[in-house]
């Protein structure tokens, strides 16, 4: 499930009616601006709205509903950054109003700042856990790839609410990802008990990739593709099976598509930048690794991979860095130290490149000591 | 100076085929001592494979699979039968001399395929391939061969042979067999098309004869696997000795910025492998002199290699690796990671 520009203009349409009795009883020269900004608004003249809100704020710069209703009207052109700054604004007028928190967090989520969208809405749940806050927060989660907090938050409400597919498709995705394949199996054969669905096969794909079975992977996408090509995510996992399967172009023009219709998806961001490095397109491939990185910000994968595009494009100094810093958060970072000796005998520090491919063969030494161990036992 | 006029004239045709006659027109010595390295030969057509030509009938049994190679004319088919269940499939390369061993590669169902049978030149027979040993087939395609992803195939054939893989991709139709020019000096055909153009600028390639230890053992290593990814793999032990480059790293005297311990110091990519063990001590004693105050060995002077790069016998290999990791072995020990 992902909010769509629907569930935008719903929220906003009910700060809209609310906006609307609460102003238009007032007869001063602004409501009579407030009441027309309103109407343009609602007839879907954006332009004109936001010129008309900012009109009437520059006389009523403390009415909560107006900044609201400016804020839905910019982010409903798509201007997201600034809608954020006039629900802010909302907020610090009134903390406790929740529908404009949710929107703000809309905004966030729509800017693809998916963390800020994560705070807000984990301020929102603090009131109530209606549904909506809490798809689009499991929504959020999957996006940063916090599985189990997907899956702490939905568990408990999905015995409740056995018929919501929605919440069978975001539970049964981070059950999947968690590499929990029975119950997420039991959500999916949920899923299609009803006929078949675009997000069954996605979820049935998704199955298959984790289980290394590629070419079932693929069928499940490609039938997925088949019922819904919009589908949010199906194009980017098409585009893995399709890269598994030898059909670089062919992935490579599937991740694509995705990210025309879906730029924030992390996974096709992070794959089409890792095709387009072994194609040695580098400043593509940093864009699209930076992407991936706006979406999850600490993520390591992404992070190793722009420490390896620095080390690509001669700025070892740089790759030191990231590779450092990656190493001080997981000391056993293995690929990390790794390219890190490698970046050390780039350059000239020798002896610190001897101690990483020391550290390296320590850690695989320890590990294959675990797996030795472990079977003994 | 030598005119290079002739070879200029004859490269548009030269070029125009896909081995590495073009580059042979202006470096003949190279080319073509380099033509009769085992290198050269990493991968032979089946019509011209000597060892399935020699062998006309090899046979293997493992379990209830009986697997069988039988000449054909030009060809060499595998057929697996189990009871009255049978699989027969055209062999399409073969991978190596038979040195260590000759695997072979075929496809079916839109795939490539690895034998899971290789052959061994000690017992002159087929056994397990190295990579499939302690594993067992499920099904009678599985007893004949192993699937191979298609990066896997690109990369396994890709080093195999030239002129086959672009984009990570393998394209069957245009494989050379063999390692040739371009496997290591890469853009041969925009150098070959910029001599002919006259265009010194645009015909420079990058001189693999300046790179030091580390970047040449990540050259060597693309297809003997560097120490990196060996490393990511976890991999340890004596099986590690079929990848020389990472086992060349490990060693104590190895130095990234002292180009005698690089891999051409003691191989020469254009050449036969010298097999005389005494032609490698100058090797050692570039550095273990005592002019260069450095150590010396106190058990011998000559014939180093044979202690300090001990003979791995690799379990199911058939076949001694020598272990390019270079140290004091001592009786008794075991081969270190």
Known sequence: MRVSGRALARFAGLVLSIAGTAWCQEASEADTVLRHAIQLHQSGDIAAAIS??????????????????????????????????????ALEMQPGNLPVRLNLALAYYKASDISQAVAELERVLEQGRDRQPVLLLADCYLRLGENKKVIDLLSPLQQATPDDKTMDYLLGTALIRDGQAAPGQLLVDRILRDGDSAEGRLLMGESRLLASDFAGALEEFKKSLAINPQLPGVNGYY??????????????????KELASNPNDYSANFQLGKLL?????YSESRRCFQRALGLRPHDPAARYQLALLDLEDGQAEQARAKLESLIRENPRNVEAHVSLATVYYRLKRKSDGNQQRAIVLQLNAEKQAAVSGGMAR | MRSALPALLLLPYLAAASDDSACGACHSQQASHFRATPMAHAAETVATCDILKNHPDLQFQEGSYHTQIKREGDRSIITVTRGTETFTVPILWALGQGKAGQTYVFQYDGAMYESRVSFYNTPAALDVTI????????????????????????????CHTNG??????????????????????????????????????????PHLGDLGPEDMAELCGRCHRTWAQVALTGMRGPNTVRFQPYRLTNS?????????????????????????????????????????????????????????MPKIDLPGAHHKFTDHQIRIARAGEPCPN
């Not at chain 1, 009109?55 to 409903?76: C, E, I, Q, T």
């Not at chain 2, 594993?135 to 890709?158: F, Y």
């Not at chain 2, 990570?168 to 290591?184: I, R, T, W």
């Not at chain 2, 570039?286 to 300090?308: E, G, I, P, Q, Y």
């Open chain 1, 239 to 256: 585009g893995v099976a399709l890269a598994h399967a030898g059909d670089v172009p062919g992935a490579e023009a599937s991740f694509r």
């Open chain 2, 252 to 308: 104590k005297c190895y130095d990234v910025e002292d180009k005698r311990i690089r891999c051409t110091a003691c191989h020469d990519p254009h050449g036969q492998i010298e097999t005389n063990l005494a032609s490698y001590d100058s090797k050692c004693t570039a550095c273990h002199s005592t002019v260069l105050n450095a150590k010396v060995c106190s058990v011998a002077r000559d014939n180093c290699v044979s202690c300090h």
């Open chain 2, 164 to 205: 086959g893989v672009s984009g990570a991709m393998l394209h069957v139709e245009s494989v050379v067999p063999g390692v040739g020019c371009q496997s290591c000096h890469g853009q041969v055909e925009r150098h070959a098309n910029a001599v002919r153009a006259g265009n010194v600028a645009a015909a420079k390639l």
């Open chain 2, 131 to 158: 990579g499939d040993i302690g594993t067992k087939p499920q099904t009678i395609v599985e007893a004949a061969g192993r699937r191979l992803e298609p990066p896997d195939a690109a990369s396994c054939v890709g």
């Open chain 1, 52 to 89: 008309e809100y900012r009109h009437y704020l520059d006389h009523v710069p403390d009415n909560v509903m107006a900044r609201s209703n400016l804020g839905a009207a910019l982010a409903h052109a798509g201007h997201f950054e600034e809608a954020i700054v006039e629900y802010r604004k």
């Open chain 1, 277 to 281: 490095k072994v194609d040695e397109n």
